[in-house]
């Protein structure tokens, strides 16, 4: 029967090649029938498509089982495709479509009137610099608590902290009481909006049969996938219903600055103010969108530039006083403070460098040509930033933590520089810039200026485990573990 099977699939896959249209195709790896290209990735799959494209060249045509996927790790292709008007489409993968509500958000949202819109709101209304500042009592209420935390764990000598676990926590609060009003938490026996945004992350970057190879999606029912999706989003959309249906309750009137996301959402639908009808379920999926948005790339960025500054003393020290220095004896840091605090922001930057948080995805809206290649519609794109960003063509010492290399440098975290683009670039780069940089900024500057860091009794500098785990994430593999000291004066 499997044999059968198995038969039938290669005669389809041979069918398929012999009367498919004779197009200039990027290169691309040999490929086994329904596997594709699966057997030559590993685990680590921006390492195993760094290595791919050195062989195959700069772009290079992967397939994922039955999904032809367009690889591009050159900044020249990487830049064209971005800011290209027929690569403005995002891929629709299937979990994306059932939290996001027939993907209603922005992030995963088809390029059309209704993107636009979204689009426009948030980079006008709830991204503004303006609402951003607005946010800051939320931003100094959470890194206080943070640091009352790490102060107590002072107290346990020789203690160290779960920098990663303490890091999900304060972005988790922020993003939570910046969105939604307030930190929502287990309730008997329930899960909290961070234990749920977890799992939604983990779901969008995991594989599943209907994404790749349709015909075989009827596994994901068989392996339980389809029923964890069902749960997670059904669980999301019912704490998003209470949290909006609270809101409508309520009415903070012109006080703009008490005002959350969810209340400008609805001021905006309620005034007639949009070009488009936002129903309950568009609002759901773009407030979900903000919230996964602003979790787990924030928390990771900044676990990585503690993890490379506690393997890095020296810079630990220049971090350290300088961010000492702006802030003097006042007892408390202030935002405006960070202004002036220009290596501590090389530093930041440096981090999206050497550890983009994620890869880039796109799709072709309509057939095109690239460097001579025909490139299909509906053909997905991704883009390898992490190759990019390492690449020894652009970066001196590539491997290498070196914030230094920014200080008196143009380049900018908004992609116009297009070998620098962590948070995307083009019409569909990330809105939410400076929401991220205000609370990464901030929370690494306070860290810095009130403790000392070590590494974990028996620990050396050189035992620090900096390896990666690939995701929708790049993740830190181990979880950062350091020893606060209270700074002595």
């Given at each position: 029967?499997?044999?059968?099977?198995l038969?039938?699939?290669?005669?389809?896959?041979?069918f398929k090649?012999?009367?498919g249209?004779k197009?200039?195709?990027?290169?691309?790896?040999?490929?086994?029938?329904?596997?594709g290209?699966?057997?030559?990735l590993?685990?680590?799959?921006?390492?195993s498509?760094?290595?791919?494209?050195?062989?195959?060249?700069?772009?290079m045509?992967?397939h994922f089982?039955?999904a032809?996927?367009?690889?591009?790790?050159?900044?020249?292709?990487?830049?064209?495709?971005?800011?290209?008007?027929?690569?403005?489409?995002?891929?629709?993968?299937k979990?994306?479509?059932?939290?996001?509500?027939?993907?209603?958000?922005?992030?995963?949202?088809?390029?059309?009137?209704?993107?636009?819109?979204?689009?426009?709101?948030?980079v006008?209304?709830?991204?503004?610099?303006?609402?951003?500042?607005?946010?800051?009592?939320?931003?100094?209420?959470?890194?206080?608590?943070m640091?009352?935390?790490?102060?107590?764990c002072?107290?346990?000598?020789?203690?160290?902290?779960n920098?990663s676990?303490?890091f999900?926590?304060?972005?988790?609060?922020?993003?939570?009481r910046s969105?939604?009003?307030?930190?929502?938490?287990?309730?008997?026996?329930?899960?909290?909006f961070g234990?749920?945004?977890?799992?939604?992350?983990?779901?969008?970057?995991?594989?599943?049969?209907?994404?790749?190879?349709?015909?075989?999606?009827?596994i994901?029912?068989?392996?339980?996938?389809?029923?964890?999706?069902?749960?997670?989003?059904?669980a999301f959309?019912?704490?998003l219903?209470?949290?909006?249906?609270e809101?409508?309750?309520?009415?903070?009137?012109?006080?703009?600055?008490?005002?959350d996301?969810v209340?400008?959402?609805?001021?905006?639908?309620?005034?007639?103010q949009?070009?488009?009808?936002?129903t309950?379920?568009?609002?759901?999926?773009?407030?979900?969108?903000m919230?996964?948005?602003?979790?787990?790339n924030?928390?990771?960025?900044?676990?990585?530039?503690?993890?490379?500054?506690?393997?890095?003393?020296?810079?630990?020290?220049?971090?350290?006083?300088?961010v000492r220095?702006?802030?003097?004896?006042?007892p408390?840091?202030?935002?405006?403070?960070?202004?002036?605090?220009?290596?501590?922001?090389c530093?930041?930057?440096?981090?999206?460098?050497?550890?983009?948080?994620?890869?880039l995805?796109r799709?072709?809206?309509?057939?095109?040509?690239?460097?001579g290649?025909?490139?299909?519609?509906?053909?997905?794109v991704?883009?390898n930033?992490?190759?990019?960003?390492?690449?020894?063509?652009?970066?001196?010492?590539?491997?290498e933590f070196a914030?230094?290399?920014?200080?008196?440098?143009?380049?900018?975290l908004?992609?116009?520089?297009?070998?620098?683009?962590?948070?995307g670039?083009?019409?569909?780069g990330?809105?939410?810039?400076?929401?991220?940089?205000?609370?990464?900024?901030?929370?690494?500057?306070?860290?810095?200026?009130?403790?000392?860091?070590?590494l974990?009794?028996?620990q050396?500098?050189?035992?620090?485990?900096?390896s990666?785990a690939?995701?929708?994430?790049?993740?830190?593999?181990?979880?950062?573990?350091?020893v606060?000291?209270?700074?002595?004066?």
């Amino acid at each position: 029967m499997i044999f059968s099977l198995l038969l039938i699939f290669f005669s389809f896959y041979v069918f398929k090649l012999i009367r498919g249209p004779k197009l200039n195709l990027p290169p691309s790896p040999p490929r086994l029938p329904i596997l594709g290209n699966l057997h030559q990735l590993g685990r680590d799959l921006h390492r195993s498509l760094r290595d791919l494209s050195e062989k195959y060249g700069p772009i290079m045509l992967v397939h994922f089982c039955n999904a032809p996927t367009l690889i591009v790790s050159s900044e020249e292709l990487s830049s064209e495709i971005l800011n290209h008007s027929d690569f403005l489409d995002r891929p629709r993968i299937k979990v994306a479509n059932t939290l996001f509500y027939g993907c209603t958000d922005v992030a995963f949202c088809p390029y059309g009137e209704y993107w636009r819109e979204v689009r426009k709101i948030s980079v006008l209304e709830l991204f503004s610099a303006r609402r951003v500042q607005a946010f800051r009592y939320v931003r100094e209420a959470e890194i206080e608590e943070m640091i009352e935390n790490v102060r107590r764990c002072c107290c346990q000598d020789g203690a160290s902290i779960n920098l990663s676990d303490m890091f999900v926590n304060v972005a988790n609060n922020v993003v939570s009481r910046s969105a939604l009003g307030r930190k929502y938490v287990r309730e008997n026996g329930g899960e909290s909006f961070g234990d749920l945004a977890r799992k939604a992350m983990e779901l969008i970057g995991s594989f599943n049969f209907e994404d790749f190879v349709p015909y075989l999606g009827w596994i994901d029912v068989l392996t339980g996938f389809n029923e964890r999706v069902k749960r997670t989003s059904e669980a999301f959309h019912f704490l998003l219903d209470q949290v909006i249906e609270e809101h409508r309750r309520r009415n903070y009137g012109d006080q703009s600055s008490k005002k959350d996301l969810v209340d400008i959402l609805l001021h905006l639908q309620k005034n007639g103010q949009l070009d488009i009808n936002l129903t309950q379920d568009n609002l759901k999926a773009i407030l979900l969108d903000m919230f996964l948005g602003g979790t787990d790339n924030n928390a990771t960025t900044m676990e990585w530039a503690m993890a490379e500054l506690a393997k890095n003393p020296n810079l630990m020290r220049k971090a350290q006083e300088e961010v000492r220095r702006v802030v003097g004896n006042k007892p408390k840091m202030e935002e405006a403070d960070i202004d002036q605090m220009g290596f501590l922001k090389c530093v930041v930057k440096e981090t999206f460098r050497l550890h983009a948080p994620v890869m880039l995805t796109r799709e072709s809206i309509v057939g095109t040509k690239l460097e001579g290649y025909d490139i299909p519609p509906k053909t997905r794109v991704m883009i390898n930033t992490w190759a990019i960003q390492r690449d020894p063509k652009s970066w001196e010492r590539p491997e290498e933590f070196a914030p230094e290399r920014f200080v008196n440098n143009s380049v900018d975290l908004k992609g116009n520089h297009r070998q620098f683009t962590p948070f995307g670039a083009g019409r569909r780069g990330c809105p939410g810039i400076m929401f991220a940089m205000a609370e990464i900024e901030c929370v690494l500057a306070n860290l810095l200026c009130w403790f000392d860091w070590k590494l974990p009794p028996g620990q050396a500098v050189e035992d620090l485990d900096m390896s990666d785990a690939f995701g929708l994430v790049i993740r830190k593999k181990v979880p950062l573990r350091l020893v606060p000291v209270i700074r002595s004066r």
